[in-house]
């Protein structure tokens, strides 16, 4: 839960846990696609989006998962 330690205060345990889940299974399917991408700064968008959908009720891990690799390219973009 490393990427997800300042918002300890603002998620529940369970939260937190699936957004771990949701933060990996969104990197295997980055990595599967065979794109290039610096790897900290990738993981790290990636826990800012989850947190953005999270703090708007998403709690679904593959809900969220398909709402950041949707987001990633233009969030990346910034």
Same mark, same amino acid.
């Given at each position: 839960?490393?990427?997800?330690?300042?918002?300890?205060? &603002?998620?529940?345990?369970?939260?937190?846990?699936?957004? $771990?889940?949701? *933060?990996?299974?969104?990197?295997? /399917? *980055?990595?599967?696609?065979?794109?290039?991408?610096? $790897?900290?700064?990738?993981?790290a968008?990636? /826990?800012?989006?989850?947190?953005?959908?999270? /703090?708007?009720? $998403?709690?679904?891990?593959?809900? *969220?998962?398909?709402?950041?690799?949707?987001?990633?390219? &233009?969030? $990346?973009a910034?």
């Amino acid at each position: 839960m490393f990427h997800f330690r300042q918002y300890y205060d &603002s998620f529940n345990p369970e939260t937190l846990a699936l957004l $771990e889940t949701a *933060l990996n299974e969104t990197w295997i /399917a *980055l990595q599967s696609s065979g794109s290039s991408f610096d $790897e900290t700064k990738t993981r790290a968008a990636i /826990a800012d989006l989850l947190v953005k959908f999270a /703090a708007q009720g $998403e709690r679904d891990p593959q809900r *969220l998962k398909a709402l950041v690799l949707a987001a990633l390219p &233009s969030y $990346e973009a910034q």
